[in-house]
């Protein structure tokens, strides 16, 4: 059964630094990855999605890699700002599901 | 604009009374789902559609029903709610789902449901 992990669970950081999520996922047959933004209360919104024939996504700011080997994921977040601050959460899609990671909660420090 | 909408946003109910929470999608899409989400347990989904008339239980299916007649609309029901049904619901739509390898996923707003 796919298993998907976010360490750490909350993450506070001074504005202007880079920073690094992750993720991991038990089973390595996955059709793709997809980092999401949440922000209290609200819904989810899309950040990247990576297939699983791809590296790295990149958008703005921010840069997702996935290792599917491994079963590691990473999203890199450049010179981090105030609104950066939200729950970030992976979600891998396998055969017939979709699993999350319970998320990261990020807080940029101002 | 491209949306995934879900009504009420919050509902306030006593137990046992029958609640429909709707949800509607406006992407032509053939995948959607229904997820609650829980302090410390993350999303975890209710049951999901892979096209009209077609639907599947996920991981927590026990006291909701759904229904799919139409492709844009994807009502959850709840028959007889217990307040351990209380939590953040979430209405979500792709292209086509978990065989889509492009597939974004759209989620709603969320709709908070509190169970006396």
């Known amino acids: 059964k796919q298993e998907v992990t976010q360490i750490p669970a909350a993450l506070s950081v001074p504005e202007g630094e880079n920073l690094v999520l992750n993720c991991s996922f038990t089973?390595?047959?996955?059709?793709?990855l997809q980092w999401f933004r949440q922000d209290p209360g609200k819904g989810l919104t899309s950040l990247l999605l990576?297939?699983?024939?791809?590296r790295e996504q990149t958008s703005g700011r921010l840069n997702a890699s996935l290792d599917k080997s491994s079963g590691r994921s990473t999203l890199y977040i450049a010179a981090s700002q105030p609104g950066d601050s939200a729950t970030y959460l992976c979600?891998?899609?396998?055969?017939?599901?979709?699993?999350f990671g319970k998320g990261t909660r990020l807080h940029i420090l101002p | 604009e491209a949306q995934v909408t879900q009504n009420p946003r919050y509902l306030i109910t006593v137990t046992g009374k029958k609640l429909t929470v709707t949800c509607s999608q406006n992407?032509?899409?053939?995948?959607m789902s229904w997820y609650r989400q829980d302090p410390g347990l993350g999303l975890r989904q209710i049951y999901y559609s892979m096209n009209v008339e077609v639907t599947d239980k996920g991981d927590v299916p026990e006291g909701y029903k759904v229904s799919r007649k139409e492709k844009r609309n994807f009502p959850l029901i709840l028959e007889s709610p217990s307040p351990n049904q209380t939590s953040l619901y979430f209405c979500?739509?792709?292209?086509?789902?978990?065989?889509?390898?492009?597939?974004?996923?759209?989620f709603g707003p969320g709709t908070r449901l509190t169970v006396l």
């Open positions: 979500a739509s792709s292209l086509y789902g978990p065989v889509g390898l492009r597939d974004t996923q759209y």
């Open positions: 979600a891998v899609k396998g055969d017939d599901k979709i699993i």
């Open positions: 089973d390595s047959a996955i059709y793709n």
């Open positions: 992407m032509n899409h053939e995948y």
């Open positions: 990576i297939q699983s024939s791809q």
